[in-house]
């Protein structure tokens, strides 16, 4: 990531996403809803999914290795950047 190029709300970040036919179809059909481009609505919610507290908790909770370190560090760092 660039830091301090005054990008302002540039998106300077790629991330290749795989989604199923079915999870595809849904994000095509909210997209039409919401007259967004998929690549947008898509960002939106990862944006949104990330910033979200209690998600990223329960996804720690499910996933993450080690639960003692990787659970405290992610939290705090959603609840600083909020």
Do not use: F
């Amino acid at each position: 990531m660039i830091e301090g190029k005054g990008l302002g709300n540039k998106k300077v970040n790629r991330v290749g996403l795989s989604l199923s036919n079915r999870y595809d179809n849904k994000l095509r059909k909210l997209t039409t809803a919401c007259n967004l481009k998929h690549t947008t609505l898509a960002g939106i919610l990862l944006e949104k999914s990330l910033d979200n507290i209690q998600l990223v908790h329960e996804m720690q909770k499910d996933n993450a290795p080690n639960q003692r370190t990787g659970y405290y560090q992610l939290i705090k760092m959603v609840k600083s950047t909020m």
